[in-house]
T-cell receptor
Framework: AQSVAQPEDQVNVAEGNPLTVKCTYS??????LFWYVQYPNRGLQFLLK??????LVKGSYGFEAEFNKSQTSFHLKKPSALVSDSALYFC????????????FGSGTKLNVKP | GAVVSQHPSWVICKSGTSVKIECRSL??????MFWYRQFPKQSLMLMAT?????????EQGVEKDKFLINHASLTLSTLTVTSAHPEDSSFYIC????????????FGPGTRLTVT
């Protein structure tokens, strides 16, 4: 079965500090992994994806994520957080045999304080 | 590019009435559209997948007679909540995948439905 886990409901970080939002996955075979961000009362915005290739994936708004196969992780990172980064972040994995189906994590609320 | 819109952004309806939510891909043709439901402070739950011109595929536990999905064109899918009840109140989000797109889905801004 495919699944992703986001172990932290909430992450607090000061503006200017680096941030990490954690995600671990469970899939059979090679995973297709995604990060999305959701602002209040809005839909999800695509940040980045890992399909294959370089383990460090760069995405929108200065975010990046590192695919670690041995640890089955795909943590989202940013070197210097902005207050405007405060939002809900979702990790997702695409189903192996049904590319229409995404499995979303439970979401992590990122709070960046000035 | 890859913009998906939803209308309305919020709607309030009375119990027993039906409400229709539209999902449009504005700058690409969406062969496949998806409808999700999101409860407060929870993740997205896939309700159904619709392909243009064919019947929607519903996830287990989703009542197809209650949540009617129509994907009449390559740019429009509609979700109709029939005989709405207060427990149908939720945030409904659609997403779309382009004909040439294999990997990511593009999400609409969501529709907040409140049933009184």
């Amino acid at each position: 079965a495919q699944s992703v886990a986001q172990p932290e409901d909430q992450v607090n970080v000061a503006e200017g500090n680096p941030l990490t939002v954690k995600c671990t996955y469970s899939v059979s075979g090679n995973p297709y992994l995604f990060w999305y961000v959701q602002y209040p009362n809005r839909g999800l915005q695509f940040l980045l994806k890992y399909i294959t290739g370089d383990n460090l994936v760069k995405g929108s708004y200065g975010f990046e994520a590192e695919f670690n196969k041995s640890q089955t992780s795909f943590h989202l990172k940013k070197p210097s957080a902005l207050v405007s980064d405060s939002a809900l972040y979702f990790c997702a994995v695409r189903a192996l045999y049904n590319f229409n189906k995404f499995y979303f994590g439970s979401g992590t609320k990122l709070n960046v304080k000035p | 590019g890859a913009v998906v819109s939803q209308h309305p952004s919020w709607v309030i309806c009375k119990s027993g009435t039906s409400v229709k939510i539209e999902c449009r891909s504005l700058d690409f043709q969406a062969t496949t559209m998806f409808w999700y439901r999101q409860f407060p402070k929870q993740s997205l739950m896939l309700m159904a997948t619709s392909n243009e011109g064919s019947k929607a595929t519903y996830e287990q536990g989703v009542e197809k007679d209650k949540f009617l999905i129509n994907h009449a064109s390559l740019t429009l899918s509609t979700l109709t909540v029939t005989s709405a009840h207060p427990e149908d109140s939720s945030f409904y989000i659609c997403s779309a995948r382009s004909a040439g797109g294999v990997y990511e889905q593009y999400f609409g801004p969501g529709t907040r439905l409140t049933v009184t």
